[in-house]
T-cell receptor
C-alpha cells in the first residue's frame, strides 16, 4: 500500500474554476514531486520540491501553481485550466533528492 | 542525456507461462534503474530497483530483473504469471543527484490470458 495519499481521487472542474489537488506523506521524506500522466503515456515530471523549496519547474504553464506548506504536504492549485489538461496527476516523494521515488494513487482530473 | 527504450508496447502471455519485458537504456554516467507497475486506474507501484551491488534484483510479486551494463539492459522477468499481473509496466532510469529526474520508457502492457 502506498504511503503517499492524494485527494481527491476524482475531480471535474470547469475552465473558469479554481480547485486544488492535495498530497500527504508521513514517511519523513524531504523531496516531493508532481507528475502528469495522459492516457497510455508515461508520467511526465512537472515540479520537484526539496526541503519545502521549489527545486525544479519543468516549464509548466502558470495555470498550475504548486505549494509546499510543510514537509508532509504538497498542493497543486489549478486555475483556468484547458480540456487538454485532463489527466491523472501523480504525487510522489523520496527521502531526499537522488533517492528512490514512491508514488501515490493519483488524482483523476477532468476539465470540461 | 538519458533515455529508456521499451521495445514491446504489448506482451500477451498465457497464465502460468514465463515472461520477459525488455528495457534498454542509454546514459553517459552511472544510473539507477527501476521497474514500476501500474494496475488499471491506479498509481505507480515500485516493483524493484537496481542501485548498486548484485546485478540480479528481486522485487515484489515474484518479479526479478538483471542489470547488464555491457548491453545497457534491465529486463524484467517472472517465471510464472498470473491473471492479476495484467498491468502496464514502466522501466525508468535516474542519474540521482540534485535533479533526481526519473526518465520513463513508454511502457509495456502485460496482458495475461487464461
Amino acid at each position: 500500500d502506498t504511503e503517499v495519499t492524494q485527494t481527491p481521487k476524482h475531480l471535474v472542474m470547469g475552465m473558469t474554476n479554481k480547485k486544488s489537488l492535495k498530497c500527504e506523506q508521513h514517511m519523513g521524506h524531504r523531496a516531493m514531486y508532481w507528475y502528469k500522466q495522459k492516457a497510455k503515456k508515461p508520467p511526465e515530471l512537472m515540479f520537484v520540491y526539496s526541503y519545502e523549496k521549489l527545486s525544479i519547474n519543468e516549464s509548466v504553464p502558470s495555470r498550475f501553481s504548486p505549494e509546499c506548506p510543510n514537509s508532509s504536504l504538497l498542493n497543486l492549485h489549478l486555475h483556468a485550466l484547458q480540456p487538454e489538461d485532463s489527466a491523472l496527476y501523480l504525487c510522489a516523494s523520496s527521502q531526499e533528492l537522488g533517492h528512490t521515488i514512491y508514488f501515490g494513487e493519483g488524482s483523476w482530473l477532468t476539465v470540461v | 542525456a538519458q533515455s529508456v527504450t521499451q521495445l514491446d508496447s504489448q506482451v500477451p502471455v498465457f497464465e502460468e507461462a514465463p515472461v520477459e519485458l525488455r528495457c534498454n537504456y542509454s546514459s553517459s554516467v552511472s544510473v539507477y534503474l527501476f521497474w514500476y507497475v501500474q494496475y488499471p486506474n491506479q498509481g505507480l507501484q515500485l516493483l524493484l530497483k537496481y542501485l548498486s551491488g548484485s546485478t540480479l534484483v528481486k522485487g515484489i510479486n515474484g518479479f526479478e530483473a538483471e542489470f547488464n551494463k555491457s548491453q545497457t539492459s534491465f529486463h524484467l522477468r517472472k517465471p510464472s504469471v498470473h491473471i492479476s499481473d495484467t498491468a502496464e509496466y514502466f522501466c525508468a532510469v535516474s542519474e540521482g543527484g540534485a535533479t533526481n529526474k526519473l526518465i520513463f520508457g513508454t511502457g509495456t502492457l502485460l496482458a495475461v490470458q487464461p
